[in-house]
DNA sequence: CGAGTTAGTAACCTAAGCTTACCATAAAAA
DNA sequence: TTTTTATGGTAAGCTTAGGTTACTAACTCG
């Protein structure tokens, strides 16, 4: 609860030590990731739109940045990209249904189907790598090739030890 | 992970060119942001809830991190967390709904709410600031605090110099 | 004063994921 | 070889967090 310090408000209302807020207001990190990733998000979107792909969210791109060429199961990929498996399986389901990925069955397990690209989806995959790698460009312009490269390196880092915690 | 570029690149199917994607593929930004702000969004809920706040979800935070002590409007809000206002108006309804803060008209412009925490709403307030206090330190210890410090500092810059362009 | 702007609300929509439940197959145990 | 348990995958529906469109009431400025 509150940090018990002494020195208070005088108002009745105001009976609680406010010392520290001004300061934790100031960058507040959840805030912080939540607008980043809506920024980047919107970009990405955008990006491909320009680009010709009008039927695609920024989110297909979660399945496409986590299949190996050689092909991947739903759960490899889900797993990969850190959501349900359920969620890989929508993503493959619009994909597929858009041409950019084939599902063929695993001659080793009969339960799994394997993700793999279309030449269209290996478009788009190329596609997709050059709108993040322009997009990186024009941030690093923004704030800094450095400091660019310490947020992603800091926050691979962090996402990989959070979830093993 | 690997999965290097020699497969089967001489197929027809395979007839465009690869080499960058295993390096695009590694640390996608706009994945890792997700992932981060997913991983923190979830702490901060835990840490809320551990503190006895169970009605209260991690945006809830977004209202409290962006109102002055003396009060501050809807729209000021809003700017200030860079959401709509609708979106905030509704965290008002519900967090006066549970007693945390209390509406009041603004004597200078009768279309204004001013929105200010309730003594419950300031003890939230401590108690929220703590739950950050304790999980970025949490996080310093597990990637460093000097990286830590480098993402929160970048990504300030990087929203900032994003949301106005 | 009237035109345009701004604070706020209401209703509905979207995105992206998760939970619970289930089937079929595979792998491990008995 | 059965039985049991674990795993790949799908389906249906929920949750979170926010946006869009449309509108009212009040403010501001020429």
Redesign the interface.
Request: charged share 25%; hydrophobic share 45%.
């Given at each position: 609860?509150?940090?018990g310090k002494s020195g208070q408000g005088s108002r009745k209302?105001?009976?609680?030590?406010?010392g520290?807020?001004e300061a934790?207001?100031r960058?507040?990190?959840?805030?912080?990731?939540?607008?980043?990733?809506?920024?980047?998000?919107r970009?990405?979107v955008e990006g491909l739109h320009a680009r010709g792909y009008a039927d695609l969210r920024?989110t297909h791109?979660?399945l496409l940045?986590?299949i190996?060429?050689?092909g991947s199961t739903v759960t490899t990929a889900a797993d990969?990209?850190?959501i349900t498996k359920q969620a890989m399986g929508r993503l493959a389901t619009e994909l597929e249904g858009a041409g950019y990925i084939r599902v063929r069955a695993d001659p080793k397990d009969a339960r799994a189907r394997v993700l793999l690209l279309?030449?269209t989806g290996?478009?788009l995959?190329?596609d997709s790598?050059e709108v993040?790698?322009e997009?990186?460009q024009r941030?690093a312009g923004?704030?800094g090739q450095d400091?660019?490269v310490?947020?992603?390196?800091?926050?691979?880092?962090?996402?990989e030890?959070?979830?093993q915690a």
């Open positions: 609860m509150a940090q209302d105001d009976a609680v030590e406010f520290t807020i934790g207001r960058r507040n990190m959840r805030q912080l990731l939540l607008r980043a990733s809506r920024i980047v998000n970009h990405v920024s791109t979660t940045s986590n190996d060429l050689a990969r990209a850190g279309t030449r290996k478009k995959m190329l790598l993040m790698a997009l990186e941030y923004s704030i400091r660019l310490a947020i992603l390196g800091g926050l691979a880092d962090f996402v030890g959070a979830e």
